[in-house]
């Protein structure tokens, strides 16, 4: 399994907006046949920091996520600034 997590820092100013994309990109990237785990968190002590955990059964299924029609939305309706800045960490989930 493929883990994925991806740290936002969202404009404060626009964290309605935010709000409304990442629950349509929640919705249905939780729909995605290879995804297992789909989570936003919101920092308790900042408001405009959110964390997603994601969890997919392969790299092909990461792939998919990336190619799917609701993810080039996500990038479109979220490439004008609403991210203030972004960190990532994409690894093999191990079963030790």
Same mark, same amino acid.
């Given at each position: 399994m493929i883990s994925l997590l991806v740290t936002l820092e969202i404009d404060p100013a626009r964290i309605e907006h935010f709000m409304v994309c990442i629950r349509a990109q929640a919705v249905a990237s939780r729909r995605e046949p290879g995804c297992r785990r789909w989570e936003v968190s919101r920092k308790l002590?900042?408001? $405009?920091?959110? !964390?997603l955990a994601e969890?997919?059964?392969d790299t092909a +299924?990461?792939? +998919?996520?990336?190619?799917?029609?609701?993810?080039?939305?996500?990038?479109? $309706? !979220?490439?004008?600034?609403?991210?203030?800045?972004?960190?990532?960490?994409?690894?093999q989930v191990l079963d030790i």
């Open positions: 002590d900042q408001e $405009n920091i959110f !964390t969890l997919y059964d +299924a990461l792939q +998919a996520h990336f190619d799917s029609p609701h993810f080039k939305d996500w990038v479109k $309706n !979220t490439s004008d600034g609403l991210i203030l800045s972004k960190t990532s960490v994409r690894g």
